[in-house]
């Protein structure tokens, strides 16, 4: 059974920037579903994808991101990171972590992933 544990979210002013992490408690690039995604969640609103990395290293990101975000993923530690960059107020939500997608195509789609983290708040003023 997979695990998964976001850390890095906190309080930031506008421009600022963060960088969120998540380790898997065991190999999850060695499953047949090996795309892993950030999604958000801010209050009143739906889930939405953010970015998302497939084994071979493809990434896509919401266009509310492009430019700003990074996604990225280190196979050694079995840690995915996003770091985000020039984060705006509307960037305040709460981050999850999710994995074991089959792949990067629909990957903003929520229902595609088996396992999700706790979730990091991130805020920005």
């Known amino acids: 059974h997979v695990q998964l544990v976001e850390s890095g979210g906190g309080s930031v002013q506008a421009g600022g920037s963060l960088r969120l992490s998540c380790g898997a408690s065991?190999?999850?690039?060695?499953?047949?579903?090996?795309?892993m995604g950030w999604f958000r969640q801010a209050p009143g609103k739906e889930r939405e994808g953010v970015a998302a990395i497939d084994s071979d290293g493809s990434t896509s990101y919401a266009d509310s991101v492009k430019g700003r975000f990074t996604i990225s993923r280190d196979n050694a530690k079995n840690t995915l990171y996003l770091q985000m960059n020039s984060l705006k107020p509307e960037d305040t939500a709460m981050y999850y972590c999710?994995?074991?997608?089959?792949?990067?195509?629909?990957?903003?789609?929520?229902?595609?992933?088996?396992?999700w983290g706790q979730g990091t708040q991130v805020t920005v003023s």
């Open positions: 065991e190999d999850v690039y060695s499953r047949n579903s090996p795309c």
């Open positions: 999710a994995a074991d997608r089959g792949s990067i195509f629909q990957w903003y789609v929520a229902r595609g992933y088996n396992y």
